[in-house]
């Protein structure tokens, strides 16, 4: 039975097509591998890339790419709405079909020690494939972002798992790649009918699993933990469109599915005279995360109508046109 990884690298360039095409041309043209979705904003001025295929390669298309974009993309002269640490962001490996997570876990460190000892880019490893469990959580090796870059080096414990260890000419355009190996995330952005970012974050300290820290009665620090199980969470201001969203990674969509994250969100923001008015999936989504909401929402039976139900209940089509056949993994892939 053949096996099958997904790849979904975030690339720092979302507005310059000529750009973006040039990462994408070279993960075309590697064999075994099929394209599924292509997604940019150029208000995070980011693109989210998601293609799969046999392991050896789909992560050669994954090398390929990061290669290109530390060509084409200088993280110097980078401005955008999302954090960012590299002109390849992140890259985590997920297991689709007839694969482990141990078999992503040494995909993803393979291609890092390629990625620091070729292409001379500092590499963190996250999630599965972290060898240190302080960098198990992206945003944490996050923190500091490319700017931070330079202190970050002088710091020992984050001395990176391959590649340099200083800010050179190199760094400075690449900045830094963070390649891991994780289970199905949704990328999932709920929209908000306000310009006030901080109204943005004070709900996405809410649901976050995370929460957030607070003084007590003591003057002591605390953290009171977030609404949502395996949901990360932050407020997003959107330029173009001239609102702002919460912007979430499910973690495990089994234990918080969008519906229930999209129905929390818009129950905290009644509580600040906020309306949400729609949502957005960033890449794809499992067919099944659909039909829960689905089911939620309608007491229609067949599969088509529950999506279509789920689609129109999330508001998935309010900035772009939510197109099944283009966002649903099994139906990219042809398996179900």
């Known amino acids: 039975m053949n096996k099958i990884i997904e790849c979904v690298p975030n690339f720092s360039e979302g507005r310059d097509a000529r750009k973006i095409a040039k990462i994408v041309g070279e993960i075309e043209k590697v064999k075994d ?19 799969a295929g046999k392991p050896e390669a789909v992560k050669d298309a994954a090398f390929y790419a990061i290669e290109m974009a530390a060509e084409v993309i200088d993280m110097s002269r980078h401005k955008g709405a999302h954090p960012r640490i590299g002109a390849t962001d992140v890259c985590p490996f997920v297991p689709v079909s007839n694969v482990t997570m141990n078999e992503c876990v040494l995909i993803a460190r393979t291609l890092g020690k390629e990625v620091g000892e070729w292409l001379g880019i500092p590499v963190y490893l996250y999630g599965a494939a972290a060898i240190l469990p302080e960098r198990y959580i992206l945003p944490d090796i996050r923190k500091g972002e490319y700017e931070g870059l330079p202190e970050k080096f002088k710091d020992e414990k984050w001395r990176p798992d391959y590649g340099p260890n200083e800010f050179n000419e190199n760094v400075r355009r690449t900045g830094a790649t963070v390649i891991g190996a994780r289970e199905f995330l949704i990328a999932y952005n709920v929209n908000l009918d306000t310009q006030d970012i901080q109204i943005a974050n004070k709900i996405s300290g809410i649901v976050r699993a995370s929460g957030v ?39 495990n969509y089994k234990v918080t599915p969008p519906h229930v994250a999209f129905e929390e969100v818009k129950k905290q923001a009644g509580k600040f005279g906020v309306h949400v008015t729609g949502s957005e999936v960033v890449g794809l989504i499992p067919k099944e995360a659909l039909l829960a909401a689905g089911r939620y929402y309608s007491k229609e039976l067949s599969e088509k109508q529950l999506i279509a139900a789920a689609v129109e209940k999330l508001g998935l089509s309010q900035l772009n046109k939510f197109i099944p056949e283009k966002k649903v993994i099994e139906y990219m892939l042809g398996v179900d």
């Open 213 to 251: 820290v607070q003084i007590n009665e003591k003057g002591e620090k605390v953290r009171v933990p977030g609404l949502l199980k395996f949901v990360q969470a932050m407020g997003v201001y959107l330029k173009e469109h001239n609102i702002t969203q919460v912007s979430m990674n499910l973690q």
């Open 33 to 51: 591998v099929t394209l599924l979705n292509v997604e940019s904003d150029a208000d995070y001025n980011r693109t989210v890339v998601t293609f």
